[in-house]
Every structure is written in structure tokens, then in C-alpha cells.
């Protein structure tokens, strides 16, 4: 076992090092530079996505989306009641509603079925969140989204290097929206991508998040109103170094979940987030589920006995609808999202830690629930 056992640190080494000290020698720093194209480039290529650009985070991503889609005001987005509140923000910031819907029990992802009887002439789009990496029902979502003419702008700011069916995450819907945050698969240090089919959606996005300015004139003009989201050249450089290494943290992050699941798989008193059929997880976050008739402990108290035998743990998103901001938003019964929000954690998952960590994580799990 490790002397510090982690939740969700990036894992930095030589590589970004020397990556770093490229962008510094360069002295392109800010948002020109080779590294930004280059990243943007092979991120594309991996996801075989018809175009990608570099923004300045996940949020960005999300944001710049449902802009160019034009999402507005008088519009309804579905979304998920569990996820991070940066998918649900940028709603907002278009001036559109977040309909909040209830989950799949088992995948923990938005349910189809929710999702379909929330359709209202006003919704106009859909963003699936692949939650902690774990991929939505795509095939399904899709169907849907055809049969109603609506947008699919996939929160996919956790699932890199996750797939449905063989396809990339990210790449089945509109636009596909990643986060390189410093807790990420991979990290710029913040920074995310936004991911097309369609190679002129992605350069009218390029063309907005650097202040919509005419390139091709020797002066300032800006034909329409743009955003400052440009990523900096320092940040794609580390973006680059980490991208060579995705393939390494995916494994990790495998090996991490695959041994949660051995030692903790067959006890009834707990659950891990399950796969759907054709579905591979990037496992951004191993997390489990308590069931609550097995488990006399709440949350708070597995957290602090497990911080006690120096494991750190993290709570489940809470269900958005509950925080003010949002509060106006809640309609309807959300059974599965309150039912996971009181039963589950994330495991440490950063892929600095062992294998031994991992194990040791689980074991003290058990022994905590076997003192109860």
C-alpha cells in the first residue's frame, strides 16, 4: 500500500515535463501556438469525430454546444437529476430551461424511459451525462432524439476513452463535450474539447471562442459576438503528454474497477455502478451503491470511518434540483436519483494509486460494514 492513498489526483510525470518546457522554449504560451491544432488534431482522430476544439473548460464545452445549436430562451434541455451542476449551467447561460429527469437504477445514467415522457413541443435537446465514464444508452437515446427532431449534445466531460457499441462516447450525438479538469482521465490543467460530426459546425466554433475575429482581415473585425474559451498553448502541451498516456490511465482505471468488483461484487450489502450491454466504461470514478436495508451506516459515517483507516471517499452528486438555483426546476417523482444520492460514494480511483491501495480500500470497506 501506498503511505497516501488517493481519491482523484492527476498523475503527472517526465513526459509533461518535457512537453511544458517545449511550449515555454517556443515562447507561445498563451492562446497561438502548434499545440492547440495538434491537440485538437489528434483528439478528433482518436474519437473519429469530424472536428475538435480546444476550449478553456468542460463548461466551456457545453456552453459553446447549445450556442451553436441555438438553444435560446423559450427552450426546454433535458438533463439528467444527477450530474455535476456544470452540465446544467450552461442552459442557463443560453437562456433555455433544464428539465431534470430520474435515473436508470443500475447504470445510473438519465432513463430513457423519464426521458421520453418529458418531451414537450418547447424541448429542443437532450444532454446525456456519461456519469463517472460510464456510458448511456446511446441506441435508445438516439431513437428518441430522432423520433422528435432533437439535439444530442453528450456531457461526456468524464467518459474519455469510453465507448457504446464499439463508438466512441462523444461522437453519437451533435456535439460532444470533454473536460481535461486536473481530476479527469486526462488533464490540461483545466481546459475541455468540443466534438462534432460535422467539420463546419467545429470551425464556426473555433471561430467563436476567439472573440468571433476575422482572421483573414489585417485589422480587428468581429462579424458576430464571440467568447474569450481559446485554450492556451501551455495547456495543450500537457493536454498532448497526457494523451499519450491515455491508453496507460484507462488500464489502470480497468485493473482499479475489476478489483472493487472481485472483492466486493458478491456482497449484497453493496452494488457498483453497472455497465449496459455493449457498453466500456472509462471507470473515470469506481463507485458503489449501499443497500439501504443491508447497511445501518449513512454516508457521512462510511466517509469518516474510512478516513480513519486513511482512505478519502467523495459523496454522489447531489440531485440538482435541491440546490437554489434550481429548485423551481423540481416536477416529479425522482425515486432513483434521491436513492442514490443517500447510498453512494466514489472509491479512490486516481491512477497514482496501486493496486494494493485498491485493495486495501475494499477490504476496509468490508471491515467497516462487518463492525456495524
Not at 16 to 21: P, Q, R
Not at 129 to 151: R, S, T, W
Not at 188 to 215: C, S, Y
Request: hydrophobic content about 40%.
Amino acid at each position: 500500500m501506498s503511505n497516501s492513498i488517493l481519491l482523484d489526483a492527476p498523475n503527472l510525470g517526465a513526459l509533461e515535463k518535457t512537453y511544458l518546457n517545449k511550449a515555454l522554449d517556443s515562447n507561445y504560451v498563451s492562446t497561438v501556438g502548434p499545440f492547440v491544432p495538434e491537440f485538437e488534431t489528434k483528439f478528433a482522430s482518436y474519437l473519429k469525430a469530424g472536428g475538435a476544439v480546444a476550449v478553456q473548460s468542460g463548461t466551456a464545452a457545453i456552453h459553446m454546444a447549445l450556442y451553436e445549436l441555438g438553444i435560446k430562451a423559450g427552450d426546454e434541455v433535458i438533463v439528467p437529476a444527477i450530474t455535476f451542476i456544470a452540465t446544467v449551467n450552461p442552459i442557463v447561460y443560453v437562456g433555455a430551461t433544464p428539465i431534470f429527469v430520474d435515473i436508470d437504477s443500475n447504470s445510473w445514467n438519465i432513463d430513457p424511459k423519464a426521458l421520453r415522457k418529458a418531451i414537450t413541443p418547447k424541448t429542443k435537446a437532450i444532454i446525456p451525462v456519461h456519469l463517472y465514464g460510464n456510458p448511456c444508452n446511446m441506441a435508445e437515446i438516439m431513437d428518441i432524439a430522432k423520433q422528435y427532431g432533437l439535439f444530442v449534445v453528450e456531457d461526456s466531460t468524464e467518459s474519455l476513452g469510453a465507448s457504446y457499441g464499439g463508438k466512441a462516447t462523444g461522437i453519437f450525438g451533435d456535439m460532444g463535450c470533454f473536460s481535461f479538469n486536473g481530476n479527469k482521465v486526462i488533464t490540461t490543467g483545466g481546459g475541455g474539447m468540443v466534438t462534432t460530426t460535422d467539420p463546419e459546425r467545429a470551425a464556426h466554433i473555433k471561430f467563436l471562442v476567439n472573440q468571433a475575429r476575422d482572421a483573414g482581415r489585417d485589422y480587428y473585425y468581429h462579424p458576430e459576438i464571440g467568447f474569450n474559451n481559446r485554450m492556451t498553448n501551455l495547456e495543450a502541451a500537457l493536454g498532448l503528454a497526457q494523451f499519450e498516456r491515455l491508453s496507460e490511465f484507462l488500464s489502470k482505471k480497468r485493473q482499479f474497477y475489476q478489483e472493487y468488483q472481485r472483492i466486493l461484487g458478491g456482497d449484497n450489502r453493496l452494488s457498483l455502478q453497472q455497465e449496459l450491454p455493449g457498453a466500456i466504461s472509462s471507470v473515470w470514478m469506481s463507485s458503489v451503491r449501499f443497500n439501504s436495508h443491508r447497511v445501518d451506516l449513512t454516508i457521512p459515517e462510511i466517509m469518516a470511518k474510512l478516513k480513519e483507516k486513511g482512505v478519502p471517499s467523495r459523496r454522489i452528486f447531489q440531485p440538482l434540483f435541491d440546490s437554489p438555483p434550481y429548485q423551481k426546476y423540481k416536477s416529479e417523482d425522482y425515486s432513483n436519483a434521491y436513492e442514490l444520492f443517500e447510498n453512494g460514494l466514489n472509491l479512490p480511483s486516481s491512477t497514482l494509486n496501486s493496486i494494493e491501495d485498491i485493495r486495501y480500500t475494499a477490504i476496509s470497506l468490508l471491515e467497516i460494514l462487518d463492525s456495524i
